[in-house]
C-alpha cells in the first residue's frame, strides 16, 4: 500500500492491519524459536556424532594396536619355535655324532680284545705244544 492509500483508511481498518500484522509477527517470531531450537537439536546430534566417530576412531585405533601386538606375539612365538627346532636338530645331530664315535670306539675296542685274546690263546696253545 501506497501512502495516499494509508491516508484513506479509517482508525479502525489500520488498527486492524496493525493487529493483523503483530500476528504475523508473533507467528514468525514463535517460527523463529522452533527453528532456532531445531537448530540447536541439530548441532547437539552434530556434536554428539563427532563425538561418538571420534569414539569409533579411538576404539578402531585400540583394535589395531591390539592386533599389532597379537601379531608381534605370534611372529615371537614362532622366532621361538624356529629356534627351538634349530636347537633340537643341533643336539639331535651331536647325540648322533657322539654315539656314532661310541660305537666305532666300541668297535675298536671289541677288536683290541679279540685281538690280545688271539694272542693269548695262541701263546697258551705253543706252551702247551712245547710241554706236551
Do not use: P, W
Request: charged letters at 30%.
Amino acid at each position: 500500500m501506497t501512502d495516499k492509500e494509508f491516508k484513506r483508511l479509517s482508525r479502525a481498518q489500520l488498527i486492524d492491519i496493525i493487529y493483523q500484522f503483530q500476528l504475523q509477527v508473533d507467528e514468525l517470531t514463535e517460527q523463529n524459536r522452533e527453528l532456532e531450537r531445531e537448530l540447536a537439536d541439530k548441532r547437539l546430534r552434530l556434536s554428539n556424532a563427532g563425538n561418538i566417530a571420534d569414539a569409533a576412531l579411538e576404539i578402531n585405533g585400540c583394535f589395531r594396536s591390539a592386533q599389532n601386538a597379537a601379531e608381534q606375539y605370534l611372529n615371537e612365538i614362532k622366532a621361538i619355535r624356529d629356534e627351538t627346532e634349530a636347537e633340537r636338530q643341533r643336539i639331535l645331530a651331536q647325540a648322533q655324532a657322539e654315539a656314532a664315535a661310541i660305537i666305532a670306539e666300541a668297535k675298536n675296542t671289541q677288536g683290541d680284545y679279540n685281538s690280545a685274546i688271539e694272542a693269548i690263546l695262541q701263546e697258551y696253545g705253543q706252551e702247551h705244544s712245547d710241554n706236551g
